[in-house]
């Protein structure tokens, strides 16, 4: 098992930037495949961005490719998001979440993902 938190949340104008962390505790942190999750409240939890146990391969949705990065640094379990050039729809709360067994085809399916931290808030002004 896995406990994970975030961190690095906040205000920012349009155009700024952010950079999300998400500790990872317990279980070895390379057992983890990892991503990112957004929802805004009333609205459902849409997928941000993925990477893998190594951090070779990552993979964004359309709306934020070229604007956030996923990292992961093993040796500190922790995975970041790298936010640039924020829009005011960037603004939701912000959830890390880890998973074990990886099918490409469910790479973005919330109910895929085992474990949840408890999301940071990020709100972007115009």
């Known amino acids: 098992q896995v406990q994970l938190v975030e961190s690095g949340g906040g205000l920012v104008q349009a155009g700024g930037s952010l950079r999300l962390s998400c500790a990872a505790s317990?279980?070895?942190?390379?057992?983890?495949?990892m991503a990112w999750f957004r929802q805004v409240p009333g609205k459902e939890r849409e997928f941000v961005s993925f990477?893998?146990?190594?951090?070779?391969?990552?993979y964004y949705t359309d709306p934020v490719k070229g604007r956030f990065t996923i990292t992961r640094d093993n040796a500190k379990n922790t995975v970041y998001l790298q936010m640039n050039s924020l829009k005011p729809e960037d603004t939701a709360i912000y959830y890390c979440?880890?998973?074990?067994?990886?099918?490409?085809?469910?790479?973005?399916?919330?109910?895929?993902?085992?474990?949840w931290g408890q999301g940071t808030q990020v709100t972007v002004s115009s």
């Open positions: 317990g279980r070895t942190f390379t057992s983890y495949l």
């Open positions: 979440a880890a998973r074990t067994a990886f099918t490409m085809a469910t790479m973005a399916s919330e109910e895929k993902y085992e474990y």
């Open positions: 990477i893998n146990r190594s951090g070779s391969y990552t």
